[in-house]
């Protein structure tokens, strides 16, 4: 899975007044209707407890300029002070200020997922930046950024007539 590309969140609860984020990209959208998105998280990870108690939590869409964020929040940071960053009280969970995009959510509930645990959410909120903002990448265990940041996405391959395809199966 990891050749499968993926942008980086910053999925954050808030604990005792205590804010907490965790760096993930196992995050996805689940349901239109009702608005669900899950995330699976490492039983291991402080966040597996912090969210149990929470019962809601943010998932914050990095940005191209916020690696070090990820970084930070997935204890890979190699400085003793923190990357400059602000998070700010919000649904579900504090929000990471410079973000794409963030779902604020409740916990509906959880699933076993080996030695993840899933956390569905159902979305109550959603925030999205201004602007042509570029989304940092995850691929192959290394980060990366679209070559032409969001102005330029792919056309859609022309549409083929099916009556004029032939498949070849063996010779
Ligand atoms: C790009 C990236 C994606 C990650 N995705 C996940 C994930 O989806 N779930 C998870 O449990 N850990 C994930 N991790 C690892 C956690 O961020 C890391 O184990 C973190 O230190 C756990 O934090 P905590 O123990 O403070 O909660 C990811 C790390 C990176 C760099």
């Known amino acids: 899975m990891g050749m499968f590309a993926t942008g ?10 205590e804010a907490h984020g965790m760096t993930a990209n196992a995050v996805m ?14 039983r291991r990870a402080r966040m597996d407890k912090f969210l149990e108690r929470a019962g809601g939590y943010a ?7 916020q690696q070090a964020l990820s ?3 997935s204890g890979t940071w190699p400085h003793a002070t923190p990357p400059e960053h602000r998070l700010v009280p919000w649904t ?15 916990v ?21 930046a201004d602007g ?7 691929f192959a265990g290394r980060y990366h950024q679209l070559r032409d940041p969001a102005l330029a996405p792919l056309a859609p391959v022309d549409v083929w007539n099916p009556e004029e395809v032939q498949i070849f199966y063996d010779d």
Not at 29 to 36: G, K, R
Not at 92 to 105: E, Y
């Open 59 to 65: 998932v914050n869409i990095l940005a191209q300029d």
């Open 92 to 106: 579900g969970g504090p929000r990471l200020v410079g973000c794409l995009a963030a779902a604020g959510c409740r």
């Open 29 to 42: 959208s689940v349901s239109l209707d009702p608005p669900l998105v899950c995330v699976s998280v490492n």
């Open 132 to 138: 042509a903002l570029s989304p940092l990448l995850f």
């Open 108 to 128: 509906e509930g959880t699933l076993e997922g080996g030695d993840h645990r899933i956390f569905l959410g159902r979305v109550l909120d959603l925030y999205r």
């Open 71 to 73: 970084q930070y929040f």
């Open 8 to 17: 980086v969140t910053v999925v954050t609860v808030e604990v005792g007044g």
